[in-house]
């Protein structure tokens, strides 16, 4: 038996919620393709994005702790991976487009640069007052742009709803506003997938570090009853199961929550299309407010204890130093960057494509090309 893309569009007619986007009703590329003759367009659109250079380096790109402070701690495709994990399960509870939220999952963190948020805040110091320097938007300008697939076409030629999606990712900890025209709730499960393996993936880094402490986590509710319940599910095993057993019953009851309220919410609106659902601009991919009063204690708690801990900030304040140091050296003199760099220099800017090839670098790659200028005895 072959499964042809039109089985599985007709699968996604049968099977999906009406309001989730069909792969047939896709509004397409930039640059007519011929359709494939097994995958939908999102499936394709995911197996480009996997196969991306910047899908790779996220490998080597810092979370929150810095590629070599240890090997038990999420990197960005780590994270990438958890968050694709957690957004497929919601999405496929709620009837929609698996493929397509898997699609956006696995790009939307492709614009990060090396050193986490440090490294976002170098490049926007060093782009400010020249268009700027924003991790989402990066995210679009390398699928668009960047990456090379394919003589003659820019970027990977991605489908309009996936660039969407990428597009309105607002980021972990800024407000979830309401789903604008041309928002899908495929997008809107990423970010809050996105947001759910954040904040319990920090908090298992941040205790297997030693960072935090259990009895400081115990201010916080989640994490509290969490542990109560392992217990009592589980008896009380070390400290490491615990910790093990803790975070997966808090992953848990966030998907599980988010579930049952979406769904309600949903319900609730009597949305029986696509379009109807763009008209009603509301945000429906939510917590139970009681569970999101929680997460929204959790992360002010990683706020205040884990991202500012002395040892995490004296990593990441290297990185940012690097990065200028590194920035200038490159403004100063253009002729140090690779050839397709400097030749896009002359349709970009100079300063642009700065940013561009800093913006992909790895943590490790910077680390060395940082040592290769300025330590003597290097080799460059
Ligand atoms: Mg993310």
């Keep these: 038996m072959k499964v042809t893309r039109e089985m599985i569009q007709e699968r996604e007619r049968a099977f999906l919620a009406p309001y989730a986007v069909k792969s047939s009703e896709s509004r397409g590329r930039k640059i007519r393709e011929e359709e494939d003759d097994t995958r939908t367009a999102f499936q394709r659109d995911r197996d ?48 929609l487009n698996e493929d397509l939220i898997e699609a956006v999952a696995l790009a939307h963190d492709l614009g ?121 599910r589980y008896g009380t095993p070390g400290p490491a199961p615990k910790r093990r057993l803790a975070i997966r019953v808090i992953i848990d009851k966030l998907v599980k929550g988010l579930i049952r309220q979406s769904a309600a919410n949903l319900r609730g609106s009597r949305i029986s299309s696509l379009g109807q659902l763009r008209e009603n601009a509301h945000r429906w991919i939510a917590l139970p407010a009681g569970i999101e009063k929680q997460a929204a204690q959790l992360k002010l708690f990683l706020r205040g204890e884990l991202y500012q801990h002395n040892r995490i900030v004296r990593m990441t304040d290297k990185g940012q130093r690097f990065l200028k140091a590194l920035f200038q050296a490159y403004l100063d003199r253009p002729s140090l960057l690779p050839p397709e760099s400097r030749l896009r220099g002359r349709r970009d800017g100079i300063r642009r494509v700065v940013c561009d090839y800093l913006a992909g670098m790895t943590d490790r790659f910077a680390i060395d090309e940082y040592k290769r200028f300025f330590e003597p005895d290097e080799r460059v």
């Design 112 to 232: 990060h640069g090396p050193f986490g948020h440090a490294g976002e805040w170098a490049l926007q110091e060093m782009m400010a007052g020249h268009g700027g320097f924003e991790h989402n938007e990066q995210s679009v300008r390398i699928v668009e742009k960047l990456e090379e697939r394919c003589p003659g076409i820019p970027g990977l030629n991605l489908t309009q709803e996936t660039l969407d999606g990428l597009r309105k990712h607002h980021g972990p900890g800024k407000q979830a506003e309401p789903s604008p025209k041309c928002r899908s709730l495929e997008a809107e499960v990423v970010d809050a997938a996105d947001e759910i393996s954040y904040i319990c993936h920090d908090l298992d880094d941040g205790l297997r570090s030693e960072l935090l402490e259990d009895g400081q986590a115990q201010a916080v509710r989640l994490w509290r009853d969490a542990c109560r319940e392992a217990a009592a």
């Design 48 to 95: 480009r994005i996997v196969h991306s250079t910047a899908f790779r380096r996220l490998q080597y790109k810092t979370q929150v702790f810095v590629y070599d402070e240890g090997d038990h701690y999420r990197t960005r495709l780590t994270h990438t991976l958890e968050t694709s994990q957690i957004a497929r399960s919601i999405g496929r509870a709620l009837g």
